[in-house]
């Protein structure tokens, strides 16, 4: 069973920043993040794909939110920065994992939350 432990999360003010963490516990095709505000469906936010390095944001916070990884230790970090009260919620950090030929499986994390007041 693939382990996704987060970390990082907290309260901010409007236009702050926070970091979060997101360790797997094995090598991951794609890892990213997705967030739920209350009342609402979780949403993404950013992914990576691993060998290649290649990301995407939702529109909602490209230029303020940046992914980073770590090879060696299977972490994805995700800055957080110009910090909107709309970016209040639970952020899960989402993965694809290989696990054979032609298998591919989504692991989730078990969600941290960051509240930005305005």
């Known amino acids: 069973q693939v382990q996704l432990v987060e970390s990082g999360g907290g309260s901010v003010q409007a236009g702050g920043s926070v970091r979060l963490s997101c360790a797997a516990s094995?090598?991951?095709?794609?890892m990213g993040w997705f967030r739920q505000a209350p009342g609402k469906e979780r949403e993404f936010v950013a992914v990576?794909?691993?060998?290649?390095?290649?990301?995407y944001y939702a529109d909602s916070v490209k230029g303020r939110f940046l992914l980073s990884r770590e090879n060696a230790k299977n972490t994805l970090y995700l800055q957080m920065n110009n910090l909107k009260p709309e970016d209040t919620g639970v952020y899960y950090c989402?993965?694809?994992?290989?696990?054979?030929?032609?298998?591919?499986?989504?692991?989730w994390g078990q969600g941290t939350q960051v509240t930005v007041s305005s």
């Open positions: 989402n993965a694809d994992v290989i696990e054979a030929v032609a298998v591919v499986r989504n692991y």
């Open positions: 094995t090598s991951v095709y794609a």
């Open positions: 990576i794909t691993w060998s290649t390095g290649t990301t």
